[in-house]
């Protein structure tokens, strides 16, 4: 078998494609050459046009693609393309078999970068790994995220978790809208305002989806996206997000400690120590908090409410919890613990919301898992500046999509 036949094998030519010529240059004292591959078409052969037509080459062009290393060698394909005439008079160009239109990479290329992507490579590494620059592959990476975004359905969506992420600290924030049944983003959007939630809406709508079928939205506090499900997924019920209130009591706990800490040296280093769960501290830290809040009746009992509070996780029944919550809230108030009243006062102005966390049994660790993966890739790339590049990423990680590229072999 002559090396014609066997890169027709590796490649998969089907007539009327074939191989006219190789050539392996390696210019002296260096360690890497170029291979170059030479593809061609019978001579009179007839291609298919958009009505499956046979028809006859009109001209060609000439074309070139990055293909995978040849060992330690660059490689590239050449061919003439031929373009045919349409029986409507249009002049079409054939679609090769191992190439996308407009691509100046292989498919076997573009699957392999996506690959390396997969297993975790960030993308300016790949590139650097695959010989090209960061921005060619970003390219390749953000046609077949969306593409494969675009076909994504969403026909089955009736739980949806919202939360928000910056693509760097503080810079270019994001939504991420999830699917908390099958634990995936289906939908991300630039910016954190209400038209994120119409935005929404309407892709839920475009992919066989049914905005009335969404029957729980978990969200923060936030305003913007309160009135946002309120307009455009009004048969929806708004269920608050038990991580995002478990953090506002954490911050409530956090301002009592640096109020106390003004005034109580043997505070300093023990922000952490009182901001744990008591059953997430190691035997020497809950020796050492059992002792400051003896010391800190204050800090005492408001770590006590902090820790009773966790109780309304754990109810099933919604009368429970609504006594629960009311005789907690009652508590607090005939406290002079002022960080926790503004707690209390948060919690009665979204009082359904939070209830309806009972009710609807969501699970919103979904999204903190979510959120995970994203601040995860964030710190391999050191943060993104481009916006486009970070949405299409978080599809990338979580949104379990569907690829067209060919499977490349792990």
Known sequence: ??????????????????????????PE???????????????????????????????????????????????????????????????????????????????????????????????????????????????????????????????????????????????NYVTVCADLETRRVIYVNEGREGKVIA??????????????????????????????????????QIVFDKFHIVALLGKAMDELRKGERKEAEMLKGHKYTVLYRYANLTAKKQDELDYLLMIYPRLGEGYRLKELFSTFWELDNTQEALAFLTFWCDMVMETDIQPFKHFVKTLKTH??????????KINSGVMEGINNKIQLAKRRARGYRNTTNFINMIYFIAGKIKFNYPYYPS
């Open 1 to 26: 078998m002559n090396s014609a036949a066997i890169f027709e094998m590796a490649l998969g030519l089907e007539l009327p494609w074939y191989i006219k010529e190789t050539k392996l240059t390696k």
């Open 29 to 171: 004292n260096k360690q890497r050459g170029q291979l170059d591959i030479y593809i061609d078409f019978k001579f009179g052969s007839k291609f298919k046009d958009d009505q499956g037509v046979a028809c006859s080459v009109y001209d060609t062009e000439d074309r070139s693609w990055q293909h995978l290393n040849f060992f330690e060698h660059n490689c590239y394909i050449h061919a003439r393309v031929p373009r045919i005439e349409q029986k409507d008079g249009k002049v079409k160009t054939v679609v090769v078999p191992w190439a996308r239109p407009g691509s100046g990479f292989t498919l076997l290329f573009e699957a392999f970068a996506m690959l390396l992507i997969e297993y975790e490579m960030p993308v300016s590494k790949v590139a650097s790994t695959l010989r090209v620059v960061a921005h060619r592959l970003w390219r390749v990476f953000n046609f077949w995220v969306q593409d494969g975004v675009g076909k994504d359905s969403l026909a089955e969506v009736k739980q949806v978790g919202i939360d928000d992420t910056s693509s760097k600290k503080g810079h």
């Open 351 to 360: 009082w359904s919301g939070i209830m309806n966390y009972v009710k609807a």
């Open 199 to 236: 935005n929404l809406a309407a892709a839920i709508t475009e992919k066989e989806g049914d905005v009335k079928a969404i029957s729980h939205v978990a969200i923060d506090m936030s305003p913007a996206y309160i009135s946002g499900v309120a307009e455009h997924l009004p048969d929806a």
